[in-house]
């Protein structure tokens, strides 16, 4: 973007970082030292090598596993319980082979919560704490009232749960920030903390940052829930709806899962007394990446769709903003616009790849668009009526400290191992309808969850 060196993103990043995720207000130079390292630490080649081999090694281990085709609570996967499964039989050419139906969006978050969480925390994090991931979507359903500074006192349930799950959550960040730091001194962790040494390099670095500079436990915290909440959150939407849209777009999942054939290897276990053993996965993460560009149109299709692109910046030094290139030649628009200094200005990434039919086929035009804030009758500030930001793309003011290749890889590794392994169908026989999306934060989810029967898929031995 040819002016952004004129924005102040960090002025409203520093605001979100306040009212959603409880920093406290009055420690806003020991989040200036924090952020800036956790940006320098996504380009660090050895956490981010770190990370992903974390990521990749829990999906080969757990996607075999996705149901467990149990009725009995005991013997179902701990996320595969709260989204209440029922075993049942669906036609397989000339006979029936088992299905269980779930909650999709449930199962889905549960799985990608405990597949990446435990990558990045380590597997005590929620073995100790499994109420995490439900603290995590009750966040994100309040995370609009939050984000706008509504008090937490005004009767809206959204609100008031959403700031109970994030006092909850950052209650648990503290106290695994607290063993970590035991952990790397080496004396004994508090309890019910015991073994720390399967967490991310990038979770040590951090901490080990944080002590060095005399970091606020309270910013640190903060921090990592940011970091959390938003992993988590965008790679649920992106998984969910990449799922949806390929199996209810006929031709689609096939096209996919030819193109991944070379880099995902599924293949059946051996046969004890009779009975199969867990299936045996294998991702190649950089194959997916770098030569599977069916999967990542898809993907990028979801990131315009479900990914909100919109950032609020300020300006910090007049300039004219020409719309020559960016606005349909009518009289209607202005040629240019002036920005002045202290203005606050709305930024949307990725403009060119929406949910209008025309913009879809326009990729090429993909440079961010800066529109001003309107104001309106009443004096409020207001995006112009005829711009479309259902689009998607990296918003600015996201706090994440995940860079957007981890999350790109990590959604490809997840897509294609479940793919590779599982076919999902609509209970019933019935077509597939793709739920509404609705938007509590900056990711979008189903407005209701859908129920889907999930089956093996037949694989070599």
């Not at 009055?26 to 050895?46: E, G, L, M, P, R």
């Not at 039919?357 to 993909?366: D, F, I, T, V, Y």
């Not at 309107?374 to 409020?380: A, E, M």
Request: glycine share 6%; hydrophobic share 40%.
């Amino acid at each position: 973007m040819e002016h952004a060196h004129l924005l102040d993103f960090n002025v409203v990043r520093w605001h979100l970082f306040v009212n959603v995720f409880g920093a406290d207000a009055s420690q806003k130079q020991a989040y200036d030292v924090i952020f800036d390292h956790a940006q320098s630490t996504v380009v660090n080649d050895d956490v981010t090598m770190d990370l992903m081999a974390k990521v990749c090694a829990e999906i080969q281990l757990r996607a075999p596993d996705l149901v467990s085709f149990s009725e009995s609570i005991v013997d179902q996967n701990i996320w595969e319980r709260p989204a209440n499964p029922s075993v049942t039989q669906q036609p397989h050419g000339m006979k029936l082979r088992p299905a269980v139906e779930v909650a999709f969006f449930t199962l889905v978050r549960h799985f990608v919560g405990h597949a990446c969480l435990t990558a990045i925390f380590g597997r005590e994090f929620l073995e100790h704490f499994p109420w995490v991931l439900e603290d995590l979507l009750t966040l994100d359903d309040g995370w609009n009232y939050l984000a706008v500074g509504i008090l937490r006192w005004v009767p809206l349930q959204d609100l008031n749960k959403a700031c109970g799950a994030r006092r909850s959550l950052l209650k648990t960040i503290k106290s695994f920030n607290k063993a970590l730091d035991a952990h790397a001194i080496g004396t004994e962790p508090e309890w019910p903390w015991r073994d720390l040494s399967d967490v991310s390099a990038l979770l040590k670095e951090r901490s080990a940052f944080c002590r060095q500079n005399n970091v606020p436990s309270s910013i640190e915290a903060s921090a990592v829930l940011a970091f959390t909440w938003s992993l988590h959150a965008k790679i649920t939407s992106l998984v969910s709806w990449i799922f949806l849209h390929a199996w209810s777009t006929p031709g689609m999942v096939d096209q996919i899962r030819h193109e991944i054939r070379r880099h995902v290897a599924a293949t059946q276990g051996p046969r004890l007394f009779g009975i199969p053993e867990p299936a045996q996965l294998s991702i190649d993460m950089d194959g997916l990446s770098n030569y599977c560009p069916g999967l990542q149109a898809c993907l990028c299709e979801c990131v315009g769709l479900y990914c909100l692109p919109v950032a609020v910046a300020r300006v910090q030094r007049d300039f004219t903003f020409s719309c020559a290139k960016t606005l349909p030649d009518s009289g209607d628009h202005p040629k240019s616009i002036r920005m002045e200094a202290g203005t606050y200005i709305l930024v949307a990434s990725c403009s060119g790849n929406s949910d209008d039919p025309k913009g879809l086929n326009n990729h090429a035009a993909s440079e961010a668009v800066a529109w001003p804030c309107q104001t309106n009758g009443s004096g409020k500030r207001q995006a112009p009526n005829d711009t479309s930001f259902e689009s998607g793309g990296n918003v600015t003011n996201d706090v994440n400290i995940a860079g957007p290749l981890n999350v790109r890889r990590e959604v490809l590794a997840l897509v294609a191992g479940i793919m590779a392994l599982w076919d999902f169908s609509p209970p019933s026989s019935k077509e597939w309808t793709l739920p509404k999306p609705v938007f509590p934060s900056m990711y979008a989810r189903p407005a209701s969850d859908l129920r889907v029967l999930v089956s093996s898929r037949d694989l070599p031995e």
